[in-house]
């Protein structure tokens, strides 16, 4: 069973950044890869996702101050976070196709 294990979290201020790593013990192609996040208090929600053939999608609200990628080779996935703020503090799971996923990881943007 492919286990999956995110890092790079932390306590940050708004404004900030943080880059997300997350590393697989199997292959990660050719899976689509996702970042979702669940805040404190609600649901677990869609981030970013990216195809392996490299196509990203991003929900509204992080558009234009995360990017997502990926390295086949080194089955690692991404999460680049950029302009951080409040409301982004949750924590932080990979996801490998439709049901594997990882630990998770805290992220909490605060002064």
């Known amino acids: 069973q492919v286990q999956l294990a995110e890092s790079g979290g932390g306590l940050v201020q708004p404004g900030g950044s943080l880059r997300l790593s997350c590393a697989a013990t199997?292959?990660?192609?050719?899976?689509?890869m996702g970042w979702y996040r669940q805040p404190p208090g609600k649901q677990r929600e869609l981030v970013a996702t990216i195809s392996s053939g490299g196509s990203t999608n991003y929900v509204d609200s992080v558009k234009g101050r995360f990017t997502i990628s990926r390295d086949n080779t080194n089955r690692m996935v991404y999460l680049q976070m950029n302009s951080l703020k409040p409301e982004d503090t949750a924590v932080y799971y990979c996801k490998r196709g439709l049901n594997i996923w990882g630990q998770g990881t805290q992220v909490t943007v605060s002064s």
């Open positions: 199997g292959s990660i192609f050719p899976f689509t």
